[in-house]
Every structure is written in C-alpha cells, then in structure tokens.
C-alpha cells in the first residue's frame, strides 16, 4: 500500500474514533445500555411539565427541580421544551428509561427508586453538557447492586456537618446510595444521647493525639485536646438532606469492643471499675463493655434514641476487633459464660450481640456487623459487612444471611492510592484507582443462589490518619467515583481505560464541586 494511503487511513481511523467519543455521553457510572442521535435541543427556550407528575416520581421531581440546576429551566419563559414522568410497569424496579428527543425529556420507570435515579443521571447530564446544546438520547438503566455504600468514621479525627454534606452531594452525583456513619469508637463518641450526656460531655474529648505512625516508637502524642460531635438537630440535618439524595444513612453504635470511649464517661459499663480517659492512640484498646444487664440496659436506651434520628432498616452494631482479656480476667464474665453454658468468649460475643439483634428486631430493624459477628455464632437475622477479605461474606452468603463486600483489599480508601512519596501518611496497604475499580463483589466460587445475598458493595473511610476535610477528599475521590461504577454498573460493561475517559471529562465538575480529589494522572 503506498505511504500516503496508510496515512489517510490513520487519519480516517482517528476522525471516526473521535466522533465515536463525541457521541459519548460520559456518564459515571457506565449505563446498561444507551445511544445518542444526531440533533440537540436547547434547555434554556425552558422546560415544561407536561403531564401529571406520578406520586411515585414526586421525590424525583422535588430533587430536580430544588437541589439541581435542572431548576433552572423550569422557571424560564418560553418552555418550548417539555418533561414528563411516566409510569411504566413493564421496568424493573430499580430501573428507568430516559428520552430526550426534539419533543422533549421523557423518564420513564415503576417505583420511586427508578425515578430517582433518572432524575440522578439527567441531572449528572445538565452539568456535564453545554445546556444550549443539549443531546438527544436514549438511555436504559438501572442498578447492579442495591448497596452502594461509602463509610467515614468520624471517632478517629471529627468531620463537621458541612463537610459531611459536601461528601453526600458528590455520593449523590455518582448515585452512591448508603452512607454507613461510624460514629463511637475508643478515640471519641460522636452523636448526642440526651439520657446520657456524660457520652459526649466527656467521650467526645480527647486530651490529645497521636503524632506520626502508630507502628513507630516512641509514641509522639500532640498533647492538644481534640473533640467534637454532633447535635440530636445536626444529626437529624444530615438524615433529611441525604434523605433528599436519595442516600440512606446507616449509623454504628460500635459494641462490645472500640468502647473505651463510652468506658471513659460512664466507667461502670466495663469491667475494671477504672476510667480509662478517652483513647489518644489508634489501634485496638482492650475496654470492652460489660456483659451485664445494666449495660443491656443502657444499650437499649442508646438505641431507642439512635432509632429516632435514622429511618434505615439497617443499624450497625460494630462487632469488629472485640480483645477479649477483660473478659478472661473477670470473674463475674467468667461465671456468666458458666451460667448461659457457653463455650467461651466467643460465645459470649455472639450471645451479646443476639441479644442487641432482638431487642432491635423487636423495633422492626435488622443488625449489620463487621464479620466478626459470625464467631461465635451469627445472630438469626444479621446481615455481614465483609472487611478481612471476602472470606466472612462468603460464609454469612452461604448460611443464607445478607452481605455487604467490603474487603481491606482494595476497598479501604485509607490506603494509600500510589507508591509515590509524595503521598500523605496513611495506615498503609496499597489500593490504587485501579485496583478499585476492577473489584467485583461476587466471589467466583458462590453459587447462583448464593450470589443473591450479596447486596453490593462499600468503600471505608478509617480516619486515623486523616485529620481534615482536604485529605479526607484526597483519599475519597477518584477512588470513590470507581467504587460507584464498580457497584453500578454490570461487570460486562466496565472499562477501565473508558472510565478514565470518561473521569477526565468530569475533572471540571469535580473541581466545581470543589473536591480536593487526587489527580489520577500522577501515576
Ligand atoms: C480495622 S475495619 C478497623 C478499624 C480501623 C481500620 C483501619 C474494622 C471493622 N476495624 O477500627 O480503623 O482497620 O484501616
């Protein structure tokens, strides 16, 4: 072929590639399916509504219209562009279809979720599009998995209200669905109970923190006093706004261990009678609460207040990384694992957290716990947060108990995102953009059937090592942004090199939203 042939050919590929990617809609997630036609329509002549809105789709509506900038074109004159809602019965129940054509912007879906989530992606599509040029398209679309969660302790370093907001509205943007706030652990209390105001009187401070790596001695602390929590309103604040979001927030109420913070303001619900301070290091402090009937008691009421302020069908009750010397050394635990004939501490743990699953299925809600809950035993009705591997989620999956996959590897966003130096002291671990994105939360080796218990997914934001909103956004984002495709999108149509595409083509509104997100480039 001669020279100058191959060179039209070249040109030609890349002219055709290039108008292929025009013809991308750079949605993050990736839909299921979609495809866009020649032509636009101008958003700015404003929009209409143009049918009935269906109650179903009132939540969608009420998002579009007052907490995006679809508002914007419902208020113009003109309104030569019409929007309608319609019910159809034949989606599934997640999902939705949405046409934009020279009529108009049609949504279609069955349920309030399926509309939601139309609403999610048209407005995803108004701030990454030129409004006066807006495309035309089909989109078909809906969820893989039902939990796609992202986790921020707030014990370890304290986030205010905003911040935490500002991490919810970027959720929304990318449809992330549950946010699992981890608010007790030995480092601070962080939610107000109004019968017990010792919590965050005195569990909320810290008399100071560690310096540097927990693994290097000497141990450096700062010695400045560090504290924080949120109001029963603050809380309540955040719950209506993700609720808004179409987020659910699922809070922790970590027990029996991560409790020395609880310990410290009300010394009697351990076991060695001493108040322990507030913990001023990381790692796993040895204060576990005591398995008597006051501590039930007190953990009852706890969590009648904590069942006020969240609607979700799911309260998380910790479980994880409970040291069980107290209760070896303490007579008392010792003859109350004699007196239930249990075999150890272990039995001991699941008899506790049992005990904490009737009280709150008595209430109509289920528990959902780190995967040590199955030691032991699991409790009837618990659903399993997988975090040391999938190991725990495989089991809780096969006994037939509803699973959340959240493995250390690769879904801890408190590890490090690359081997630069460059990068901010964290726990360590590697878990690169990468890494994340090619997670796949169905273990090959379940069943079918098996597969079903497997609600999705949720990326943890451990705050050790993370002590304000910059790097808590540094760690957060890009990683975040694959977590939701990972979640969102069928395993059949994730890219990697198309998401990084597509991610370049959201680096400014990543920057509007004003996220101090890592820039992926700096491999
Ligand atoms: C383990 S994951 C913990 C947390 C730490 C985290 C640090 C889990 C249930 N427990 O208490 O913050 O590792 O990565």
């Known amino acids: 072929m001669p020279f100058y042939k191959e060179i039209l050919l070249a040109a030609c590929a890349i002219v055709c590639m290039s108008s292929l990617k025009a013809q991308s809609l750079d ?4 839909p299921a399916n979609y495809s866009v036609q020649d032509g636009k329509i101008d958003l700015y002549k404003g929009v209409s509504l143009n049918s009935e809105i269906p109650p179903t789709a009132m939540k969608a509506y009420r998002f579009l219209r007052f907490t995006t900038h679809f508002g914007y074109f419902l208020r113009l004159g003109n309104k030569s562009v019409s929007l309608r809602f319609v019910e159809d ?26 509309f939601f989530h139309a609403s999610q992606t048209l407005s995803q599509l108004i701030e990454m599009k030129d409004n006066r040029k807006f495309p ?26 905003a911040e935490v907001k500002k991490i919810l509205k970027a959720m929304c943007f990318y449809r992330l669905n549950v946010f699992h706030w981890h608010l007790t652990d030995d480092q601070g209390w962080r939610i107000e109970i109004k019968r017990y105001p010792e919590l965050t009187r005195i569990g ?36 209506s706004f993700a609720d808004s979001l179409g987020i659910t927030v699922v809070p922790e109420i970590e027990m029996p261990g991560h409790a020395q913070a609880a310990v410290s303001a009300y010394p009697w619900l351990g076991l060695t009678g001493r108040n322990p301070g507030v913990w001023t290091d990381w790692g796993v402090s040895s204060f576990i609460l005591s398995p008597k009937d006051s501590v039930f008691t007190f953990l009852e009421n ?11 069908k799911y309260i998380h009750i910790g479980g994880d990384e409970a040291i069980k010397d107290q209760w070896k050394a303490s007579s008392f635990v010792q003859a109350k694992i004699k007196e239930l004939g249990l075999k150890d501490e272990h039995e001991l743990q699941s008899w506790f957290i049992r005990r904490i699953e009737k009280f709150l299925n008595s209430k109509g809600r289920q528990i959902i716990g780190w995967d040590e809950i199955l030691e032991g035993g699991l409790a009837p009705n618990a659903a399993v947060m997988s975090w040391r591997g999938e190991a725990g989620g495989i089991q809780a999956a096969r006994m037939n108990h509803p699973v959340v996959m959240s493995p250390g590897n690769p879904l ?18 590697l878990n690169q953009l990468q890494k994340v994105y090619a997670y796949h939360p169905l273990p090959d080796s379940l069943k079918a059937s098996e597969k079903d218990w497997i609600l999705g997914a949720q990326g943890n934001l451990w705050t050790e090592y993370i002590a304000g909103s910059d790097q808590l956004e540094y760690m957060a984002f890009p990683r975040a942004i694959a977590l939701a495709e990972l979640t969102w999108t069928k395993k059949d149509k994730k890219d990697y090199p198309d998401f990084l595409r597509r991610l370049e083509a959201h680096r400014k509104v990543l920057k ?10 700096n491999e």
């Open 27 to 30: 949605l993050i997630p990736a």
């Open 412 to 429: 801890y966003f408190d590890h490090y995102q690359s081997e630069n130096h460059s990068e901010p002291l964290a726990i360590g671990g």
């Open 89 to 114: 019965k034949l989606l599934a129940e997640k999902a939705f279809k949405l046409i934009s054509d020279v009529q108009g912007i049609e949504v279609s879906a069955n349920s309030e979720s399926g």
């Open 204 to 239: 909320s401070s810290r008399s100071g923190t560690l310096l540097g790596h927990a693994s290097l001695k000497p141990l450096i602390r700062d010695n400045t006093p560090y504290s924080g929590f949120y109001s029963q309103e603050e809380i309540r604040s955040v719950v």
């Open 136 to 161: 035309l398209f089909k989109i078909e679309d809906a969820p893989a998995f039902s939990w796609r969660g992202l986790h921020l302790d707030v014990s370890r370093h304290f986030f205010p209200v």
């Open 302 to 312: 706890v969590l009648t207040e904590v069942l006020e302020l969240f609607p979700s």
């Open 512 to 521: 509007r939203m004003d996220l101090n997100f890592r820039d992926w480039k």
